[in-house]
């Protein structure tokens, strides 16, 4: 049975920088992808990026390609989200996700249970 | 980027009714599509991938059809645990985008 237990909710200054970590437990670390996913209240759901541990690759949605970098400690079973150069609009809750297995095709099976960032001045 | 447009965006439904709803892509995505519950609160559920395998520990009565460009979820009959939004994804090409969603509230 896997888990993913998400860091707490965070308060950020417009242009700061928040980094939002999920920890997998159960099940084979690397044999997984991970993906982002975003929730503005009251709004849909929104991909941001994906990560393949075991090899390193990462995709980023074009929308966030130059503010957010997904990285992981294959060590720790943890996978980060940054997102930099933070506005308003960012206020959401952040969600990682679990792939069924590396690839692209297979669509996430598990959820954390989200971080909501919230961005004011 | 690959659209997904569903249909409806809100739906008014009894407890034991058949409901379906449609994603149509803007473009080709074979079978690589995937549906989600989401209650208040709480992460999406997975619900169907590959447009019509149904993950495990998900009751029958969810179903999925399509491939190409045209999909549906059909809940058989409905059930007070089914009110929820619903989300179309797909996984054919990067992004992997999401529909704008479906709320499926008691009628």
């Known amino acids: 049975q896997v888990q993913l237990v998400q860091s707490g909710a965070e308060v950020k200054k417009p242009g700061s920088s928040v980094k939002v970590s999920c920890e997998a437990s159960?099940?084979?670390?690397?044999?997984?992808?991970f993906s982002w996913v975003r929730q503005a209240p009251g709004q849909g759901l929104e991909w941001m990026g994906r990560?393949?541990?075991?090899?390193?690759?990462?995709h980023y949605a074009q929308k966030f390609q130059d503010r957010v970098a997904i990285t992981a400690d294959t060590n720790t079973r943890t996978v980060y989200m940054e997102l930099s150069s933070l506005r308003s609009e960012d206020t959401a809750v952040y969600y990682c996700a679990k792939g069924s297995s590396s690839g692209f095709g297979s669509p996430p099976d598990y959820w954390g249970q989200g971080t909501l960032v919230t961005v004011s001045s | 980027d690959i659209q997904l447009t569903q249909s409806p965006s809100f739906l008014s439904a009894s407890v034991g009714d058949r409901v379906t709803i449609t994603c149509r892509a803007s473009?080709?995505?074979?079978?690589?599509l995937a549906w989600y519950q989401q209650k208040p609160g709480k992460a999406p559920k997975l619900l169907i991938y590959a447009a019509s395998t149904l993950q495990s520990g998900v009751p029958s009565r969810f179903s999925g059809s399509g491939s190409g460009t045209e999909f549906t979820l059909t809940i058989s009959s409905l059930q007070p645990e089914d009110f929820a939004t619903y989300y179309c994804q797909q996984l054919n090409s990067y992004p992997g985008t999401f529909g704008q969603g479906t709320k499926v509230e008691i009628k």
């Open positions: 473009q080709g995505i074979s079978s690589y």
């Open positions: 159960g099940g084979t670390f690397t044999s997984y992808s």
């Open positions: 990560i393949v541990p075991v090899i390193g690759v990462t």
